[in-house]
């Protein structure tokens, strides 16, 4: 757990420095970058840890037409794993802006690994998502964090994600 929280602390410092050094252009380029915790749903996930490192990138894709301008679609691709289990979605996401909140869902693909006897499994599954996130402004660089259920397929992948990005 310790060294998690570190790895965690370690990449939102990297995260900040690296969106400092970029946000001098002044031009957002639709990339967001999260780090994060995500914790399992599923007995046997648990028992390989009850927490695994998790991270993600997005990219706004097209900024929708509706009435308010606040809605947009984007790509995500996220990482997850521990010990014999992993899981890579692929989605593609609808997501609504009010103010500083944010809601999203999602769904596409999972490229995912399953720990199984004395192996493991991989598999391409359906996966999904839907949460909700908070953007805050630090210096010139948008900041986000953001709370997830993610789904898989296979009920052992399914879990909540908890995580704090930079917008790029």
Known sequence: ????????LGTALLLGVASSALAQDNKPS???LRAGLFL????????????????????KIKDMGDMNGNSSLGLSL???????????????NYIVHRDQLYFF????????????????????????QAGA????????????????????GRSALNGFGFFIGARL
Do not use: C, H
């Open 40 to 59: 399992p749903t599923d007995r046997g996930a648990r028992d390989v840890s009850d927490s695994w490192f998790a991270g993600g990138i997005d990219y």
């Open 105 to 128: 869902g999602g769904a596409g693909i999972s490229f995912s690994r399953f720990a199984s006897g004395g192996g493991s499994e991989d598999k391409t599954e359906f996966a999904y």
């Open 78 to 92: 996220d990482f997850t794993g521990k010990g014999g289990f992993r899981t890579v979605p692929l989605l593609l």
């Open 1 to 8: 757990m310790k060294r998690t929280i570190t790895m965690m």
């Open 133 to 152: 996130g908070y953007e805050f402004q630090k210096g010139q660089t948008p900041l986000f964090f953001e709370a997830k259920f993610m789904g898989n």
């Open 30 to 32: 639709g990339i967001s």
